[in-house]
């Protein structure tokens, strides 16, 4: 976790046999580093509407930061990210380019004064009225502008950012052995079958396989926040 209203969390992993995970959905985007037989690449990964398989680099090794719901870069339109990524240019083991500038490889222990430097540099931005809604706050703008601000600032609506958010909580419940019956009634799903869907859809695994814990498929990036 970290305290910086831009970021939701920093993360690395490293890949050991394995060659393929399933991709869930979240409502955050990422900028993502990785090193692949002695070469870096770096990509902007936008967010995932529904999970998906997605291949992994035998013997490489991440690090990413994933940035806080409502905080998106304007030179890349948030829309044009969902379920996909765009390459970073010029990548090497010391810097890269980012909006037409050259900038110094981040790690994992400075990646918060990277941001705030991204931030100071006006290539992030945050919209207050998404970030108001989403501490529990109630701006002063029509339920209609606020629907604008969420689909602008994250490429999603606020409807499918809430089922997405969910339908994780869901899947950590069940991986902590929580009954599914009692996930329906804490969650406000209709039904057993309404939660199978949303599982299927958002997660990729049904509730018989979070509680198995396949390890052959991981799961990314299914943290508590």
Not at 138 to 153: L, M, N, W, Y
Request: hydrophobic share 40%; charged share 25%; glycine share 6%.
């Amino acid at each position: 976790m970290s305290d910086s209203p831009y970021i939701e969390w920093v993360w690395r992993s490293s890949s050991r046999d394995v060659d393929q995970m399933m991709s869930v959905a979240t409502a955050n985007w990422d900028l993502v580093f990785w090193e692949h037989r002695g070469q870096v690449s770096a990509a902007v990964q936008g967010p995932e509407s529904r999970a998906r398989p997605a291949p992994v680099p035998e013997d490489a090794t991440f690090f990413g930061i994933s940035f806080s719901i409502g905080t998106s870069m304007p030179h890349l339109p948030i829309d044009r990210l969902v379920n996909g990524s765009v390459e970073v240019p010029d990548v090497t083991h010391r810097s890269f380019r980012l909006k037409g500038a050259a900038w110094h490889l981040p790690d994992y222990d400075n990646a918060e004064a990277f941001v705030r430097r991204m931030v100071r540099e006006e290539v992030l931005v945050r919209d207050p009225v998404v970030a108001d809604v989403l501490r529990g706050a109630s701006p002063d703008v029509s339920e209609r502008t606020v629907q604008r601000r969420f689909v602008a600032a994250t490429g999603l609506t606020r409807g499918a950012i809430r089922q997405i958010d969910r339908a994780r909580q869901a899947a950590l419940l069940i991986q902590e052995g929580v009954p599914t019956h009692e996930v329906v009634c804490r969650l406000g799903y209709f039904d057993q079958p309404h939660l199978a869907r949303s599982l299927t859809r958002y997660i990729g695994r049904t509730a018989t396989q979070l509680g198995a814990r396949d390890p052959s498929e991981p799961l990314s990036l299914l943290y508590k926040t």
